[in-house]
């Protein structure tokens, strides 16, 4: 995994705009997962002010709360309607986003998985992390091999995500996450700096699943200093990141 530290948190959302526009430069018609969260909001506005062409753009999201409607103010498509989707010129036949208001759920998610295979794969998918180390809605202790699925959630994510948050979600598994062809994730704020130290250089175990991001090719971790303030290997990343352009990456 490679850990880009940047001074704030609109640099890590420059930064990872920097990543998205190079996918763009070489493929017009990607396919794109989209994480919800407080995070990569700042990327999302850049996003959509960036004028790219995203009407080429299949759009997939990690996961989604159960029982809420499209509508509903807490349900993660409505949130990624408003702050992202909405205005960026993609067509509705172009998006799939998770339906936790499904009865039947595993339903949902096998047509979900099998819908990522129809589209050949995610380019590139875009992940928040959870103070307990989650990506997606994988709470700790999640199989590393897990794919899409009804989950229950942690009772600190549900404190996080604050009052009247559904206890179950659908998610895509660590598995399924594991596939995309590139990570981008993305993590601002001392709140989440353990979380950053254990999945950067803790072990690789179910108990932090964004650790699995270390199994991963083409993972990158954007943090802000304020998150990657308990790294022990801070000062290499902030090397690398001075030197890389001068092997051409
Ligand atoms: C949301 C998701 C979660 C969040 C994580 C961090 O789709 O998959 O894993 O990324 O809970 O949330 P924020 O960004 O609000 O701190």
Do not use: C
Request: net charge neutral.
């Amino acid at each position: 995994m490679e850990v880009i530290i940047r001074p704030d948190a609109d640099a890590v959302a420059a930064t990872a705009m920097d990543f998205v526009g190079r996918l763009y430069a070489r493929k017009a018609d990607p396919v794109v997962g989209l994480a919800t969260g407080k995070t990569p909001l700042k990327l999302y506005a850049l996003m959509r002010a960036s004028g790219l062409d995203f009407s080429r753009t299949r759009f997939f999201n990690l996961d989604e709360l159960v029982g809420l409607g499209a509508a509903d103010p807490k349900s993660f498509r409505r949130f990624l309607r408003d702050n992202l989707l909405d205005g960026l010129g993609a067509p509705d036949g172009n998006i799939r986003l998770l339906d936790g208001s499904l009865q039947d759920l595993e339903a949902e998610a096998e047509a979900y998985e099998a819908a990522l295979k129809a589209a050949g794969g995610i380019d590139l998918q875009v992940l928040g992390l959870g103070r307990n180390g989650h990506i997606g809605f994988n709470e700790p202790g999640s199989s590393l091999g897990s794919r899409t699925r009804p989950k229950t959630l942690d009772r600190d994510t549900l404190a996080d995500y604050g009052e009247g948050t559904p206890r179950f979600s659908i998610t895509m598994g660590i598995g399924t996450i594991l596939e995309a062809r590139s990570l981008l994730m993305l993590a601002t704020g001392e709140a989440k700096a353990e979380a950053v130290r254990r999945i950067a250089e803790g072990p690789l175990t179910s108990e932090t699943p964004g650790s699995a991001l270390q199994l991963h090719p083409r993972a990158r971790l954007i943090v802000d200093e304020a998150a990657a303030a308990r790294l022990a290997r801070g000062d290499y990343w902030r090397w690398v990141w001075q030197n890389k352009w001068r092997v051409g990456q």
